[in-house]
């Protein structure tokens, strides 16, 4: 059973988007739209935490009438919806991204640099907009990465070469390097594809999150994080309350307190959401 007085206490809810606040199909459904504004007008605001880049967020909180800060790239970066103010920002020291580029060439693996507005790839990696998770992104090859050095929110090296990416995983992990965080995992839309992600140690959705609530003065069980995929653990490590979609991985349904029983494509957060919105309505 949930405790309905911690609905009541609600201030604020932050959805992962591809598999949890969003359809199949990347969109937003209607009632998820409805019941969204219904809580925003009982003071419940709503925020986006994804995998995306800033610049895919900004139609999807337009459509949603979002006024609050956004957390893009895992974590990498919050930024001010609208306004575009950076609260938090993340780069991965140049010595780290020349080394992860430099393994990708040797076990030719693909390799791209994300930045704040767009994800950046050679000529030799012309493979990565087709096999990237990162939807909604503006993809820009380029000649070289050497311009591309500085500023980078995260290294991404995707391939079908399972181990090969394990293999450079231990040799970026430490004591070979200090600070840097590693995300390995399989992709969710693209089959036999599997992506090593470099962010710093400091950035994940679950403590950017934190941060995002510092920033707003809310106190973590005050909030809910909804989530459905490998890169949302880190939302489900924190004291908020946990919502998870049907579709997702059963790591994070074993975490959730509460598992709605549909899925993404049927709007199944919305089950929550309404719960909330009873709560609050008394």
Sequence with gaps: MIDKNRLKKIKIIVSDLDGSLLN??????????????????????????????HSALIHLAEELDLQIPL???????????????????SFVKQKYVVKALDFADRFLLNVALCHAD????????????????????????????????????EVVIASDYKENLRYVKDKLSFPHTFGLGLNFYKSQHHKGIYYLELR??????????????????????????????????SLFETSAFKVAPDNSIPELKNKADFVTQKNNDEEGIVEFLELVLKAKRG
């Excluded at 957390?71 to 920002?89: A, R, T, V």
């Design 24 to 53: 199949n199909e990347g969109k937003l459904g209607p009632e998820t739209k409805r019941v969204i504004n219904e809580l925003r007008i009982l003071g419940v605001q709503f925020s986006l935490a994804s995998g995306r880049l």
């Design 71 to 89: 957390i893009s790239l895992d974590g990498s970066m919050i930024k001010s919806n609208p306004g575009g103010e950076i609260i938090f920002e």
């Design 118 to 153: 767009a994800i950046y790839y050679t000529e030799n990696n012309s493979v990565i907009p087709r096999i990237m998770d990162k939807l909604g992104a503006r993809y820009e090859e380029v000649p070289s990465y050497n311009n591309y050095l500085k500023e980078t929110l």
């Design 200 to 233: 710093t140690q400091g950035a994940s959705k679950g403590k950017s999150f934190l941060k995002l609530l510092t920033n707003l003065r809310i106190k973590p069980e005050e909030s809910v994080v909804i989530g459905d995929w490998y890169n949302d653990i």
